[in-house]
């Protein structure tokens, strides 16, 4: 089981910058999937963008698209978010998880961390 550790969220104005971290437990293997998710009190916890830890191919919601940025290094074990032009919208808790098959629904991951604060002023 990995565990996975967010960090490197803040406060920050409309159209502002954020890069979120997510450090594994362990080596993450070429099969795994490293996913970010997001949620906002009272709203269910909802899949912002993924990574192939292998190949690198990512994986984006459309509400994110062109604004978000997901990599990782794969010498460190950490998958980065990178998010720019940030909207009062994105405002929320964020997650990442760890998986080896593509699925995007929260509700199949356990074992979350305590996630990372992104505020959004306008």
């Known amino acids: 089981q990995v565990q996975m550790v967010e960090s490197g969220g803040g406060t920050v104005q409309a159209g502002g910058s954020l890069r979120l971290s997510c450090t594994a437990s362990?080596?993450?293997?070429?099969?795994?999937?490293v996913y970010w998710f997001r949620q906002i009190p009272g709203k269910e916890r909802e899949f912002v963008a993924a990574i192939r830890w292998g190949f690198g191919t990512t994986y984006y919601a459309d509400s994110v698209k062109g604004r978000f940025t997901v990599s990782r290094d794969k010498a460190e074990n950490i998958a980065y978010l990178q998010m720019n032009n940030l909207k009062p919208d994105d405002e929320a808790l964020y997650y990442c998880?760890?998986?080896?098959?593509?699925?995007?629904?929260?509700?199949?991951?356990?074992?979350w961390g305590q996630g990372t604060q992104v505020t959004v002023s306008s």
């Open positions: 998880a760890h998986g080896t098959s593509y699925d995007t629904s929260a509700a199949s991951y356990r074992n």
């Open positions: 362990r080596r993450v293997y070429s099969s795994g999937i």
